[in-house]
């Protein structure tokens, strides 16, 4: 791992918070924490102090999957949460981002017990095939909670996020931006599914149509950009 890789790593968080702010999903108080796995190396870079809004690289600090500071400096409300990342790049190896936030309409779900089952296509698109499942309540970061998280990671292996009891969202990806995007999906299909019960309920999608959907998704993807003269 050079500097040069950390520097990277860094930028994509930076940009990342970015993203997820001008999104729209954050909740009012602007909460939130994002971290990037090292690409090739049992570590993970986290926001460990300050604002999501105004988010810089001094405020990244370095740690070992198993929650070990290695560099940086990490503020208290951050330090609590640093194993809420750390389980999922230990249960998740292909993953390269995870985030956190108190988006509300999933935050809505999650307060309610409730998982967000696979009512949304984006969802399918974006290979959350089994919902968005809920972690059992623990307090913030802590044993109880983790082992929760892990819990409902285990159980439902294909998914991209997992709903914290009381408390918010954990979405997580092969990339950062990845990452954002899942809570962008989650967030949509939380929205969605709450208007839907005005309408007597969302409906899910068929189970024979899970396959081709993605299918769909991979050879438009394989075959590239259509363009005249082609
Ligand atoms: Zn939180």
Redesign the pocket.
């Known amino acids: 791992m050079t500097s040069a890789d950390l520097a990277a790593h860094k930028e994509q968080i930076v940009d990342a918070c970015k993203a997820l702010v001008e999104s729209q999903v954050m909740s009012i108080s602007e909460?939130?924490?994002v971290s990037a796995r090292v690409r090739g190396t049992d570590t993970f870079l986290l926001t460990a102090g300050g604002s999501l809004a105004n988010m810089t690289a001094e405020n990244i600090a370095l740690f070992n999957l198993d929650g070990t500071l290695l560099d940086g400096a990490v503020e208290p409300t951050s330090a609590e949460?640093v194993d809420m990342h750390g389980i999922v790049y230990r249960l998740r190896p292909e993953m390269g981002g995870a985030l956190?936030?108190?988006s509300p309409y999933a935050t809505s779900f999650a307060v309610a017990g409730e998982p967000i089952p696979l009512i949304y296509e984006a969802l399918a698109r974006f290979n959350m095939t089994d919902g968005v499942p809920v972690a059992d309540y623990g307090p913030?970061g802590s044993k109880e909670s983790v082992d929760n998280i892990a819990r409902a990671i285990a159980a439902n292996p294909n998914t991209g996020g997992v709903l914290?009891a009381n408390?918010?969202v954990l979405a997580f990806a092969d990339t950062v931006q990845g990452a954002v995007r899942a809570n962008i999906i989650i967030e949509e299909s939380a929205i969605l599914g709450l208007n839907a019960r005005i309408l007597g309920g969302a409906k899910l999608i068929p189970s024979a149509m899970i396959e081709l959907t993605k299918e769909r998704r991979d050879s438009f993807a394989a075959a590239g950009v259509q363009r005249t003269g082609d």
């Open positions: 909460h939130g924490n949460i956190h936030t108190h913030r914290l408390h918010g």
